[in-house]
C-alpha cells in the first residue's frame, strides 16, 4: 500500500463515475473528488443510468455504493466486468460500503471489485486506494467465473532501502552472474 507522502497526483484528466443512490452521499462523493482534483465527475442514481453511461463514455475510475435499491453495486460490478464494453470492463473499481464482513468484501472481490471501502471514510484513505491502483496495476483475468483484476496481491513489494521479512525477499550475497560463469 502506498505510503503518505509528499509526491503529487494529478486526477484532472480522470474520467469519474459515481453511482449511488442518496443524492446526499453522491454530493459528498463528488465534492471529495474534485478536491483530489477530478474536473468533472459523472453522476448516477441508478444501476441503469450507470450501465447507460458506461455504454457511452470510457472511464478511469468508478466508485459505486454496495446497497443500490432493487440491484446492488456488486451486481453491476459483475456486470460491468463480464459485459465486455472495451475499455469500461477493465476500469478500476471501488466499491463503497457501510457493511463490509469478510463475507460481502469476499463477494465484491470475486464480483471483480478492485478495492471495498469501508463508509464513512477519509478522503485520503480514498486517494490511498486510488494511488494504489494507479501504481500496483493488477492483471485482468478471465475465466469461466471470473473476470477482473488479478486477485492476488503478490506483486507487492517492499520498497528499498528495507528488507523483505522473508529470506527470499532479501538480496542474496552471491552476486555472480550464472549466465558468464
Known amino acids: 500500500?502506498?505510503?503518505?507522502?509528499?509526491?503529487?497526483?494529478?486526477?484532472?484528466?480522470?474520467?469519474?463515475?459515481?453511482?449511488?443512490?442518496?443524492?446526499?452521499?453522491?454530493?459528498?462523493l463528488v465534492q471529495i473528488m474534485l478536491g483530489l482534483g477530478?474536473?468533472?465527475?459523472?453522476?448516477?442514481?441508478?444501476?441503469?443510468?450507470?450501465?447507460?453511461?458506461?455504454?457511452?463514455?470510457?472511464?478511469?475510475?468508478?466508485?459505486?455504493?454496495a446497497r443500490l435499491g432493487e440491484h446492488d453495486g456488486y451486481d453491476f460490478v459483475e456486470w460491468l466486468r463480464r459485459s465486455h464494453i472495451e475499455p469500461n470492463c477493465y476500469t478500476a473499481i471501488i466499491l463503497l460500503s457501510s457493511h463490509t464482513p469478510v463475507s460481502?468484501?469476499?463477494k465484491a472481490?470475486?464480483?471483480?471489485a478492485n478495492f471495498i471501502v469501508?463508509?464513512?471514510?477519509?478522503?485520503?484513505?480514498?486517494?490511498?486506494?486510488?494511488?494504489?491502483?494507479?501504481?500496483?496495476?493488477?492483471?485482468?483475468?478471465q475465466s469461466a467465473s471470473y473476470?477482473?483484476?488479478d486477485r492476488r496481491f503478490h506483486s507487492i513489494v517492499p520498497e528499498p532501502p528495507s528488507t523483505g521479512r522473508r529470506s527470499?525477499?532479501?538480496?542474496?550475497?552471491?552476486?555472480?552472474?550464472?549466465e558468464t560463469d
Open 1 to 28: 500500500m502506498p505510503t503518505r507522502t509528499s509526491e503529487k497526483y494529478n486526477l484532472s484528466g480522470a474520467a469519474v463515475l459515481i453511482v449511488d443512490t442518496n443524492l446526499h452521499t453522491c454530493k459528498i
Open 38 to 65: 477530478s474536473k468533472n465527475p459523472v453522476t448516477a442514481s441508478s444501476v441503469e443510468g450507470a450501465m447507460q453511461d458506461v455504454r457511452s463514455a470510457d472511464f478511469d475510475l468508478i466508485l459505486v455504493r
Open 104 to 106: 460481502k468484501v469476499e
Open 109 to 112: 472481490r470475486d464480483n471483480g
Open 118 to 141: 469501508s463508509v464513512p471514510f477519509a478522503p485520503i484513505l480514498l486517494l490511498e486506494r486510488i494511488i494504489w491502483i494507479a501504481t500496483q496495476p493488477r492483471l485482468s483475468l
Open 147 to 149: 473476470f477482473g483484476p
Open 168 to 178: 527470499s525477499d532479501n538480496a542474496s550475497d552471491d552476486t555472480s552472474d550464472p
